[in-house]
């Protein structure tokens, strides 16, 4: 069964902008994940935020974390065209044994 | 690193066909894989994971007798869909966990596996 649920479910934005994507999940977790997919292709691991953590940084990536809220955020900055792809939140839920639940994603397009 | 390479990357065949997919980790050895299904602008679903060396464990509502599981080696896991139907078309994606490792590592996922029964 699905746990996160992302929004929005599509977001259109003009590049250099910047794109905020958010997840909310059900039950506690050891860690969420974010990942991409492009079209027609395999999934691409952006960040991991451990429960513990708040926040974390990788590139024009920022993820947040609020297990109090049992929600993340994803932020993109300075968007470029090749950032359009499909955006996935995966919880990885306590006692699942690495297993990830996914979220329905959401779609990002990025207009040059 | 953390390379998955899955093959083929897409399969059209009759109905009946049984099809093999294959996933291997080509520069770590993964003593867990996941497969995984996933519609049309859909999100994945998890469909088993496979261990070396054990049994697969397989999700509520997936007939493990039609979806194969073999993962005979730290680096090769398999799914046989057996005697395929249309409503078996779908896009099939493994992920593989690095062995070794914690808790609180990320998977890595092959380029996935386009299947089309005609």
């Known amino acids: 069964s699905q746990q996160g649920e992302e929004d929005p479910q599509a977001l259109s934005i003009q590049e250099g902008e910047n794109a905020t994507m958010n997840c909310s999940y059900k039950?506690?977790?050891?860690?969420l994940q974010w990942y991409r997919q492009n079209s027609g292709r395999g999934l691409v691991h952006l960040i991991l935020i451990r429960s513990n953590e708040r926040e974390k940084h990788s590139g024009r990536l920022r993820v947040t974390l609020d297990t109090s809220k049992k929600s993340s955020s994803l932020l993109i900055t300075a968007s470029r065209a090749a950032d359009t792809a499909s955006y996935f939140c995966a919880t990885d839920a306590t006692g699942a044994n690495s297993k990830l639940t996914f979220g329905k994603g959401i779609t990002l397009s990025v207009r040059p | 690193g953390a390379v998955v390479s899955q093959h083929p990357s897409w399969v059209i065949c009759k109905s009946g066909t049984s099809v093999k997919i294959e996933c291997r980790s080509l520069d770590f050895q993964a003593t867990t894989m996941f497969w995984y299904r996933q519609f049309p602008k859909q999100s994945l679903m998890l469909m088993a994971t496979s261990n070396e060396g054990s049994k697969a464990t397989y999700e509520q509502g997936v007939e493990k007798d039609k979806f194969l599981i073999n993962h005979a080696s730290l680096t090769l896991s398999t799914l046989t869909v057996t005697s395929a139907h249309p409503e078996d078309s779908s896009f099939y994606i493994c992920?593989?966990?690095?062995?070794?490792?914690?808790?609180?590592?990320?998977?890595?996922f092959g380029d996935g596996t386009r299947l089309s029964i005609l």
């Open positions: 992920s593989a966990l690095r062995q070794g490792r914690s808790s609180n590592q990320p998977q890595h």
């Open positions: 039950t506690s977790i050891n860690n």
